[in-house]
């Protein structure tokens, strides 16, 4: 029941943006962009600018892009063997190699392990959002019909102010730089809206989809690599990590989890088939309610 008390609210959340679309026809992209380039960037900065790090938490963001390129990999093979094209081969990124270890993978992470287990799934947190603002705004950019190629995702990664609310947060950290607590609770208003505020986007892109124009077996695919081959590659490299096993245990959990949110964020913003993406990150969601409670099962 605590599990499904994680993920209920997440739902409701969808829900909300789906019954605003429904309603009111908003503009997902608009909302998108606020997020992207006004809310994110301060999301990005407090966790870096708050996280403490040692040599384990090294180990773990080592393991997240890994982890992550090792998905990408495997991506472009399928791609190649089938012929996709370059917006679809990106598309399949987006949705099959970041995972949501945010509002979803950190609160149930600790459930199971407690206090101990929400420290390492933090800097996970913290390494997923250096992948995504990084890897992730890449594959979107260049995957853009209006892109034309790794030029482009490569200026538009450097046009990311998340990127630079990344390095900001890093460097404030590292030189103790202090911040005032009226300055911090700003931070933190803007910081915190910025998660539901993609989940409503999510919920609106849902409302646009057409089930008669959904690539299943591509869907099928992408499900396929985020659910169950991240999980095993998770738990390859744990085997070659020095690292203890409940941190181990938890770099299988959090692998296993749905695809990230921000995903639709930013195939919204770049326009890199946007309703596929949100279709593999809506339908995860939903299936790793069984998904999980069986590599818990295994795990635990």
């Known amino acids: 029941m605590e599990f499904l008390g994680v993920l209920l609210p997440i739902f409701g959340i969808f829900v909300l943006g789906f019954i605003g679309q429904k309603k009111f026809h908003l503009e997902p992209k608009a909302i998108s962009t606020v997020s992207v380039y006004l809310m994110s960037p301060f999301l990005v900065f407090r966790t870096f600018y708050t996280t403490e790090f040692n040599t384990d938490y090294l180990f773990l963001i080592f393991f997240t892009f890994i982890l992550c390129i090792s998905l990408v990999l495997i991506v472009y093979i399928v791609s190649f063997i089938r012929s996709y094209s370059r917006t679809e081969t990106c598309s399949l990124i987006l949705a099959s190699a970041f995972m949501n270890n945010g509002n979803y993978g950190t609160p149930v992470v600790f459930l199971l392990f407690g206090a101990v287990g929400l420290d390492y799934a933090i800097v996970l947190m913290v390494g997923q959002q250096l992948v995504m603002c990084t890897i992730g705004i890449y594959y979107a950019a260049k995957g853009s019909p209006e892109g034309n190629g790794i030029q482009s995702a490569l200026r538009a990664v450097r046009r990311m102010p998340i990127v630079y609310g990344a390095i900001a947060g890093w460097l404030f950290h590292f030189f103790h730089i202090p911040l005032s607590k009226p300055i911090m609770e700003a931070i933190s208003l803007v910081a915190d809206a910025a998660i539901p505020t993609v989940m409503l986007v999510l919920g609106m892109q849902l409302a646009t989809i057409s089930l008669r124009k959904m690539k299943v077996r591509r869907i099928s695919l992408a499900l396929c690599l985020k659910l169950a081959i991240s999980p095993t590659i998770a738990f390859l490299l744990t085997l070659i990590l020095p690292v203890d096993e409940v ?48 590599v818990f099962l295994i795990l635990l």
Do not use: G, H, R
């Not at 959090?254 to 921000?262: G, I």
């Not at 890199?272 to 309610?289: D, G, K, N, Q, R």
């Open 247 to 294: 941190i181990k245990q938890i770099m299988i959990i959090v692998a296993a989890m749905p695809s990230a949110a921000n995903t639709t964020m930013y195939a919204l913003q770049f326009e890199t088939a946007p309703e596929f993406v949100s279709s593999v990150t809506f339908i995860s969601t939903v299936l790793s309610l069984v998904t999980l409670p069986i």
